[in-house]
């Protein structure tokens, strides 16, 4: 029997991390590996203007800000792992549109689930943004689990 794979969504969010740390909490043990674990990080195009952007002074220094802040992402989940002790991860950088990255990642690692964080935006906030977990949720070929935070305590 083929080895389930678990892909999950991480960018830079708070939101994202947490729905890492409460995956490998729940479902991931010392001795417990039920889902080889790849983690997606989809990025921005550097160049939003295009090829008359490749000759701007601001372009080095775009692309430079732009690849630190990935990895970071991408070594804070590998370090949110290591701490529940999954050293088993693969991770993948792809640049596009997070709806349809996670949902191609979904089908090139033939995913049984994909786990994404939820920002919660309001309505209007989604309709103008879109929501990833929703596009997901309706397109990925797979279960999808959406982990949203729990509300922070009123003071």
């Known amino acids: 029997m083929a080895e389930k794979v678990m892909v999950i969504g991480v ?10 740390d409460w995956t490998l909490q729940h ?9 080889k674990l790849t983690i997606v990080n989809a990025t921005l195009p550097s160049t939003p203007h295009g090829v008359a952007f490749l000759g701007s002074p601001n372009l080095m220094p775009t692309i430079d800000a732009d690849l630190k802040k990935t990895n970071s ?12 002790k999954v050293q088993s991860v693969e991770t993948e950088v792809v640049e596009g549109d997070a709806r349809h990255v996670l949902c191609d990642s979904v089908d090139k ?37 959406i982990v949203k935070r729990p509300p922070k305590p009123m003071s």
């Open 27 to 35: 479902f991931f043990g010392p001795n417990a590996t039920p889902y």
């Open 109 to 145: 690692f033939h995913a049984s689930i994909l786990v994404v964080g939820s920002h919660d935006y309001g309505v209007v906030k989604k309709m103008g943004l879109g929501s990833v977990s929703d596009y997901c949720a309706q397109h990925a070929h797979c279960c999808v689990m």
């Open 11 to 20: 960018d830079e969010s708070e939101h994202s991390f947490y729905a890492l």
């Open 73 to 84: 992402t991408v070594q804070r989940a590998k370090d949110i792992c290591i701490e529940h």
